[in-house]
């Protein structure tokens, strides 16, 4: 037996059939590294990533250099996979929120969004959410934008030498994050948008939490202008780097910030609304360079537009308070009536004296909800909108049950990482980390 088939885990006696694959052999490096050696020829051949920090988590990119030109580039993904979509098959409607809140965690309660939407779709609720829960899903989700363009230009001006992008960047997240935090209780992964509107209510401090940051922001946003847009070296980097034009957009189904560079004003938000957002007023921001300081000028610019939607959507929820947060359908609506008690979580003391003291249906309902989950009808949705990073959308399959038959999420990174050869294949190897910057992709959500 030679070495390459001999199984270094086998017992003493042990036989081996077909092919036996470790970690030992390096997967695939040798043979890359066996056609390459084969070639004679000068091409250098890099294996950048999947632990690269310029690749944006676990993605591996095989690399083919001329001196510093890129020759050939594969990407290639996969080693984040959780296996979420399939753990949805066995759990309830309600719980599959908590799963998919952690496929892109750097934008968490789009994917509650996505999910929830068409979960709703399905069970023929979509004009049955309240006011004030959707109002709550904006001022959410445009905080999530912001967060999320944050942590793309933040980690793509570090990637470039620039770390006070980074600091700055992360420092504004923070403040973005302290108030999801007060409201739903967790920094990310919410499991906050349910079937039905939403888990909770705002604190009764949220409102003046949020006026406060939204004064922080419109302070220090301007900052990320004045530090970049005219530095001759972030754009000597940037500009005319990662090309990508319209029509190479459309071939590979590229959207958000990377498609809106092209010049191409296509939003979800006003395209196809959802939530309301056809009630606020808001710009879409498009650029016309097609290259990865478009993109960088769409998410600056795209920031000021969600703060627009957020001062709006403050103004509603100021004048709403005290109105309903979920549907009024006690087959549907779970968790019920949520509030702080005395041991900092939990049910209200008004909804537990209803449902053990006063109403054995309500007793009923609530047991059944908790422990089995609410049935959807048959068929199958798809549901598409507008995340921080392009098109994300969510495909529900229903037999009937208290359990999705199949849920798939179209993340935009997958296509997105498609296009990494046209961007970068011809080009400077350094400029491969500007391009990958540019496209901000997730694993977490590429690879579910």
């Known amino acids: ?139 959410m989700m445009e905080l999530c934008r912001i967060a999320s363009h944050l942590v793309a230009i933040g980690t793509g001006g570090m990637e470039i030498g620039a770390l006070t992008v980074m600091t700055i960047g992360f420092r504004e997240r923070e403040m973005i994050l302290d108030f999801f935090e007060a409201v739903t209780g967790l920094r990310m992964n919410h499991a906050y948008i349910r079937p039905g509107g939403v888990a909770l209510d705002l604190p009764e401090t949220g409102i003046a939490q949020l006026r406060d940051l939204i004064g922080w922001l419109e302070k220090h946003l301007p900052e990320y202008a004045a530090f970049c847009n005219e530095n001759p070296i972030f754009k000597g980097r940037m500009c005319g780097i990662g090309y990508q034009d319209l029509s190479a957009c459309f071939a590979l189904g590229v959207t958000g910030p990377v498609l809106r560079s092209t010049g191409y004003a296509w939003d979800l938000r006003k395209q196809q609304p959802y939530s309301g957002y056809e009630t606020y007023d808001f710009d879409v921001i498009t650029w016309d360079t097609s290259d990865a300081y478009g993109r960088f000028r769409v998410r600056l610019d795209e920031m000021w537009e969600s703060l627009k939607i957020v001062k709006q959507a403050t103004d509603r929820l100021e004048a709403s308070t005290g109105q309903p947060v979920m549907i009024d359908d006690p087959k549907i609506a779970w968790p019920a009536t949520l509030a702080l008690g005395p041991d900092g979580q939990g049910n209200s003391h008004e909804h537990i004296a209803h449902i053990m003291g006063e109403s054995m249906e309500a007793l009923i309902h609530h047991f059944k909800l908790v422990t089995e989950g609410f049935r959807v009808p048959p068929g199958q949705a798809y549901v598409p909108i507008e995340g921080p990073k392009g098109e994300l959308a969510c495909h529900v399959v229903s037999d009937g049950g208290t359990r999705p038959f199949r849920v798939h999420m179209r993340d935009p990174g997958f296509n997105h990482l498609q296009s990494v050869p046209i961007q970068c294949e011809g080009g400077m190897i350094a400029d491969v980390v500007v391009a990958i910057g540019s496209l901000d992709p997730v694993m977490g959500g590429v690879d579910r």
């Open 1 to 139: 037996m030679s070495a390459e088939d001999r199984d270094l885990y086998a017992n003493p006696g042990e036989e081996t059939e077909g092919t036996v694959y470790t970690a030992v052999g390096g997967g695939d490096w040798a043979d890359i590294a066996s056609e390459q050696a084969e070639r004679g020829d000068e091409v250098l051949v890099i294996n950048m990533g999947p632990q690269h920090p310029s690749t944006h988590g676990v993605l591996r990119l095989m690399v083919e250099c001329d001196g510093e030109t890129v020759t050939s580039i594969r990407p290639g993904i996969g080693f984040l996979h959780t296996g979420i979509e399939k753990n949805m098959e066995y759990r309830s409607w309600t719980q599959g929120t908590t799963f998919v809140t952690r496929m892109d965690y750097v934008a968490p309660i789009f994917n509650e969004a996505a999910y929830c939407l068409a979960v709703e779709r399905l069970l023929g609720i979509e004009d049955q959410i309240p006011q004030r829960a959707n109002d709550i899903r904006v001022l």
